[in-house]
């Protein structure tokens, strides 16, 4: 028999915390995590094709998708059914809330893998970072998938408080990335690396919804704190979770005007009711604030 762990995870045949070793080790080998990222893949998504008129070619989904792979498998934990993370009593219609916002989870069908945006002792994502090292006109800096950085998107090269430049991120990990620099950019290790605002908040966004569906609301309390001292930044999205937690970091940064905004858009994209009730909670208490 194959004893090749790759094979065994191909045939569901390794245990949680294997599936769990095997991811992580994948981190620091490009390769495996390449091979990981298509066999799980595969995994997930055969099945459905059999049910799809079109579906999306395997290495298109790879290359968007290859971050969030591994993540679920370190991770190693499904959604919670519940998708309302409490962090104050839950108020109805017209009764007055107080406490802190409370944060809304995504919802997800509980038969799929959820693609998390990190475990439980992971770092806050972070909107500035630096050059670690260059090799051949390549960055590796210190910010990545967590950090809201992908394949194909921009980062800005800070030096002595002024942008001098960008580049393009190529390869990305959690937390860390390779990017490349533009002809005529002499890149330096003391350079500073910047996400953008948009890149940053969705980043935070999804650590919020992580940290909400694991039912850590302080966790996800601490991660829009930090969100709400970026500048107002837009991001498109029309989810009544994600409208929901923009109004709480909203809310934290002292803008009700805004948070009521974004909380009566939640209400309006039809949430159910367990969802209703938590922004409505919000609601009531920012009206009472004012």
Do not use: C
Not at 36 to 59: D, E, F, G, V, Y
Not at 159 to 165: A, E, L, Q
């Amino acid at each position: 028999m194959n004893d090749d762990p790759l094979d065994r995870f191909a045939r569901g045949g390794l245990a949680p915390g294997e599936s769990r070793e095997l991811a992580q080790k994948s981190l620091d080998d490009p390769d495996l995590f390449e091979d990981l990222t298509a066999t799980s893949l595969a995994r997930t998504q055969m099945p459905k094709r059999r049910a799809r008129t079109a579906w999306i070619p395997l290495a298109g989904l790879a290359a968007a998708a290859a971050i969030l792979i591994a993540l679920v498998l370190v991770n190693g934990l499904r959604r919670p059914q519940q998708p309302v993370a409490h962090s104050a009593p839950v108020a109805g219609p017209g009764v007055a809330a107080s406490g802190p916002p409370i944060f809304l989870a995504r919802r997800t069908d509980a038969a799929t893998p959820v693609f998390r945006g990190a475990p439980a002792e992971s770092r806050m994502p972070r909107n500035t970072g630096s050059v670690a090292s260059i090799a051949d006109g390549i960055a590796t800096v210190d910010l990545g998938s967590l950090d809201g950085l992908v394949k194909g998107g921009e980062v800005e090269v800070l030096r002595d408080s002024k942008m001098v430049g960008r580049l393009r991120v190529s390869t990305v990990f959690r937390e860390r990335a390779r990017a490349e620099a533009p002809p005529g950019l002499a890149l330096r290790v003391t350079d500073q690396i910047r996400v953008s605002p948009p890149a940053y908040l969705r980043a935070v966004l999804d650590q919020i919804e992580a940290f909400s569906a694991r039912g850590d609301a302080e966790g996800a309390r601490r991660a829009a704190a930090e969100a709400a001292a970026l500048e107002k930044a837009d991001v498109a999205t029309d989810g009544y979770e994600d409208l929901n937690n923009l109004g709480g970091i909203a809310e934290l940064r002292g803008d009700r005007v805004s948070a009521q905004s974004l909380y009566e858009r939640a209400l309006s994209a039809n949430p159910p009711a367990e969802a209703r009730q938590a922004i409505d909670a919000n609601l009531t208490r920012v009206k009472g604030a004012k």
